[in-house]
């Protein structure tokens, strides 16, 4: 085999927080499933299951409207801790195979197994045993991709064989692409997709790939070569472990729309007031704030910015924030769900300040802080909170 081939492999689970709920629930199973971030009717449906994607249940639908085009759907709550622990168990069977892996998202893993041939024999081989030890060690029913590349691999772990696995051999990438529809290949948005489909009748790659640089480029702009590749069956994009990046963040979907800036200000507030005692309990200082928007047309907007320095025993952000609130929040639309995030968490610094000491109101304010820690570890941490948060 040339040096120059790869053997990429895409591990699937498809919504996996469904799947691992089925493992300790079997009465799930071959029944409508969602999971939706709050019980309310406005949350969004953050995963579905088959049985509820054939009844026309999509992820990001409201769970009202999913509810009347499947009135048996059962619907789930997140259960975080479950879903990290498979996801972990994901990763331990990889590491007996290769050392080069990336998990991309919960439920989606890839690993290279270039060179591992005289270990482990071939990666279709190697694909069949670690679906086989997922399926006895987690319980999970996995798709697996193997080709190439990554692009190829994961759109190879998409369509279902008998087997579960699908092998798509060297040199084979664009044959394999070739009768695809176009919204199989990544990057191509629903406006763009929109375009091929009716105004050029661009249903298959194939279709994609026949067309000559100066159309792709007015339909994908600078994308259209990175386009062209992909339909192409190219892919050089390297398998690789993604660092982590703690994030510490708070959401709310509201019961109804609303437009009235005092009341969005206090919920905001709330969240923020939840990210800090969160923070402070760790040790952590931010460096980043984030603030989501989403309107009752559906349109989102999302703006961060860098903090300013911070005293770590208060952590008062809802200035900084407060600030973000009204420079992003500028339509005449109402508002139906807010998501506050902070990144680059870090301790603070263990330099202190030789001339600086802090003033009556800030000690008082250091001790305040203080108290309604102590209230909220004994009693919650919605026990306590300030005037100007609405809980």
């Known amino acids: 085999m040339p040096s120059s081939h790869r053997n990429i492999v895409h591990l699937h689970i498809p919504a996996l927080p469904i799947a691992v709920a089925r493992v300790s629930r079997p009465e799930l199973r071959q029944r409508p499933v969602a999971v939706a971030a709050s ?3 406005r949350s969004l449906i953050l995963s579905a299951s088959g049985e509820a ?6 992820k ?12 048996r759907l059962m619907v789930l709550l997140p259960d975080p801790g479950p879903v990290e622990k498979a996801c972990q168990g994901l990763v331990r069977s990889a590491t007996r195979y290769t050392p080069v892996y990336e998990p991309a998202r919960p439920g989606h893993l890839y690993l290279d197994l270039t060179g ?18 997922v399926r006895q ?14 692009m190829v691999s994961h759109i190879a772990s998409r369509i279902r064989v008998s087997e579960g696995i699908s092998d798509v051999a060297h ?10 529809k176009v919204g199989m290949i990544p990057g191509i948005g629903p406006l763009r997709r929109k375009v091929l489909l009716e105004e050029l009748n661009v249903v298959r790659v194939r279709h994609l790939a026949a067309l000559d640089m100066g159309s792709l480029k007015l339909i994908f702009g600078r994308n259209a070569y990175l386009i062209h590749q992909r339909a192409l069956g190219i892919d050089h994009s390297p398998v690789y472990p993604r660092a982590r990046r703690p994030v510490i963040s708070e959401e709310v979907t509201l019961p109804r729309d609303e437009n009235d800036d005092s009341m969005l200000l206090g919920l905001l507030y709330t969240l923020v007031e939840r990210c800090s005692y969160r923070m ?5 200082m931010p460096e980043k704030a984030g603030l989501s928007i989403r309107y009752a047309d559906r349109k989102e907007t999302e703006r961060q910015i860098r903090l300013p320095p911070l005293n770590p025993q208060t952590l008062d952000l809802c200035g900084p924030l407060g600030e973000l609130f009204f420079k992003l929040c500028k339509r005449r639309v109402r508002v139906g769900f807010m998501r506050v995030w902070f990144r680059g968490l870090h301790p603070p610094g263990p ?38 948060v609405k809980a």
């Open 39 to 41: 019980p309310s009717g």
């Open 53 to 58: 994607r054939r009844e026309g249940v999509f």
């Open 60 to 71: 990001g639908m409201t769970l009202d409207k999913a509810r009347k085009r499947c009135y």
């Open 116 to 133: 591992t041939q005289r270990l482990w024999g071939s990666a279709r081989d190697t694909a069949w045993r670690l679906r086989r030890e």
């Open 137 to 150: 060690d987690l319980g999970l029913s996995a798709t697996v991709g193997v080709a190439g590349n990554k």
């Open 171 to 180: 040199g084979r990438e664009a044959s394999f692409m070739a009768p695809l």
């Open 280 to 284: 402070r309990k760790r040790g952590l």
């Open 351 to 388: 330099q202190l300040g030789l001339f600086h000491a802090p003033s009556r109101d800030e000690r008082g304010k250091i001790m305040i802080t203080c108290a309604m820690d102590r209230i909220r570890e004994r009693y919650g941490e919605n026990a306590i909170m300030y005037g100007r």
